[in-house]
């Protein structure tokens, strides 16, 4: 049969190759293109030719071939970006044979956030544009952002370094209450865990390789509004005696978003004349924005929240805007966060293609094998997290740092009778928050 001519061609081209016989090799694999191969073994064949040529304009040829009809083919864009001098080959690792890399000292001086006119305060202003000082309004940045909020390639992280370990050095600060871990501004000397609310004195601060966020969403919602928001909020969904509200604190929490692209091939049936049919085609994904939590500590219910931010917010990530806050690191690596992100961006898609199908559709199959992440950001979002009592129990409530949203663990967790009865207990009146 032809088709096990044309694969055994493929084998004999690879094999030869590899045996060190490159003409030999050249002309079977040139052979079975001259047919009518599948497209996986055209795509090996224009690999293999790849591999052996000597001429960067048919290397390319070959590469971009490949890339036609697979986009999201690794091998094929490392070496693309080869090519381009995005990506040196000695960077290139081994992702099961990773070391630590070797830890710095980071002296703990920095920025100091003191106005030149008059010694005040500086601050950094609500809309993340400008730090400003607290008393004679005096800035001395134009804009915050030193650097880009540009994407990163997924596929050249993941080939390095990059995609695995830690990258900047910074300070961080792991709690030793719930071991969560936090980058803190040089000059802060206290803090208090938002999460077990374990207060601290910082001495021993470790020096870490970090992955630098990319971008930030600066908080537009100060402690005194959040106060009001609480207010209003307990007073609707009141919280059973005895209520107090023990902690909260503005923090930064870290986010991954991804872009997510390529051909998903799909199937379904439906019946026709009391036959069943089966009817296959194909969509595009094209999904960006796709946000996953890179944090393990929040409650459930922050997951909902955080697709309510607005990305058209993010402004280039400086250091000097945790003078004020401080900022959870990441503890979900960018490869283990891509693999739900995927998961995500491949159930908006299954959903709107299904919403297209004929009536009577059933059954519907997608193939997901080709699609890919392209690229990566990671963006820190602001976040208000409180901690109250309620009935002798502990619950968490999370206000968006810039739409006041809120998301009440305890509120989530109630079921329908629990809230008609919180209904009828609104009318009376506490103070709380002073």
């Keep these: 049969?032809?088709?096990?001519?044309?694969?055994?061609?493929?084998?004999?081209?690879?094999?030869?190759?590899?045996?060190?016989?490159?003409?030999?090799?050249?002309?079977?694999?040139?052979?079975?293109?001259?047919?009518?191969?599948?497209?996986?073994?055209?795509?090996?064949?224009?690999?293999?030719?790849?591999?052996?040529?000597?001429?960067?304009?048919?290397?390319?040829?070959?590469?971009?071939?490949?890339?036609?009809?697979?986009p999201s083919h690794a091998r094929a864009r490392r070496k693309i970006a080869i090519l381009d001098g995005k990506l040196k080959q000695e960077d290139i690792i081994n992702p099961d044979k990773l070391t630590a890399g070797e830890a710095k000292v980071v002296e703990g001086a920095g920025d100091r956030f003191t106005c030149s006119k008059c010694g005040g305060k500086m601050v950094y202003s609500p809309d993340g544009s400008a730090i400003t000082c607290e008393f004679c309004a005096n800035q001395d940045r134009e804009t915050a952002g030193n650097g880009s909020t540009g994407e990163q390639d997924f596929f050249l992280a993941m080939a390095t370094r990059k995609g695995h370990l830690r990258q900047v050095d910074t300070i961080t600060f792991n709690c030793e209450g719930c071991g969560s871990e936090f980058i803190l501004p040089p000059e802060r000397l206290t803090i208090t865990c938002p999460y077990c609310g374990s207060a601290?004195?910082?001495?021993?601060?470790?020096?870490?390789?970090?992955l630098e966020p990319n971008g930030v969403i600066p908080f537009k919602i100060g402690e005194e509004k959040v106060k009001e928001i609480l207010r209003s909020w307990f007073k609707l969904h009141t919280p059973k005696e005895p209520f107090r509200v023990t902690s909260g604190l503005g923090m930064y929490l870290p986010v991954w978003s991804f872009c997510i692209e390529g051909p998903l091939p799909y199937h379904y049936q439906i019946e026709k004349d009391k036959k069943v049919i089966t009817i296959t085609a194909e969509d595009y994904m094209l999904e960006s924005n796709i946000l996953v939590s890179a944090s393990t500590n929040p409650p459930n219910n922050w997951l909902s929240e955080i697709q309510k931010y607005d990305l058209g917010n993010v402004t280039a990530f400086d250091p000097a805007i945790l003078s004020e806050w401080v900022a959870e690191n990441?503890?979900?690596?960018?490869?283990?966060?891509?693999?739900?992100?995927?998961?995500?961006?491949?159930?908006?898609?299954?959903?709107?293609?299904h919403l297209n199908l004929e009536n009577g559709a059933n059954s519907l199959q997608v193939t997901s094998s080709k699609i890919a992440v392209v690229s990566y950001?990671?963006?820190?979002?602001?976040?208000?997290?409180?901690?109250?009592?309620?009935?002798?129990?502990?619950?968490?409530?999370?206000?968006?740092?810039?739409?006041?949203?809120?998301?009440?663990?305890?509120?989530?967790?109630?079921?329908?009778?629990?809230?008609?009865?919180?209904?009828?207990?609104?009318?009376?009146?506490?103070?709380?928050?002073?």
């Design 1 to 70: 049969m032809m088709d096990d001519y044309i694969h055994d061609l493929l084998v004999r081209g690879i094999a030869s190759i590899k045996g060190g016989e490159k003409d030999t090799g050249r002309k079977a694999l040139e052979r079975l293109l001259d047919l009518d191969p599948s497209v996986e073994d055209r795509l090996d064949a224009w690999w293999y030719l790849s591999e052996i040529s000597e001429d960067k304009k048919t290397i390319r040829d070959y590469l971009e071939n490949i890339l036609a009809n697979e």
């Design 200 to 210: 601290y004195v910082v001495k021993n601060r470790d020096s870490r390789s970090i």
């Design 330 to 353: 990441y503890r979900v690596s960018v490869g283990d966060a891509s693999l739900i992100g995927r998961q995500i961006a491949l159930e908006k898609t299954k959903q709107r293609v």
């Design 377 to 434: 950001e990671l963006i820190l979002l602001p976040a208000w997290l409180i901690h109250y009592q309620s009935a002798g129990k502990e619950y968490h409530a999370l206000v968006n740092g810039v739409s006041g949203g809120v998301r009440d663990e305890r509120y989530d967790q109630e079921n329908l009778g629990q809230k008609i009865f919180d209904f009828l207990r609104r009318s009376r009146k506490r103070e709380f928050l002073t």
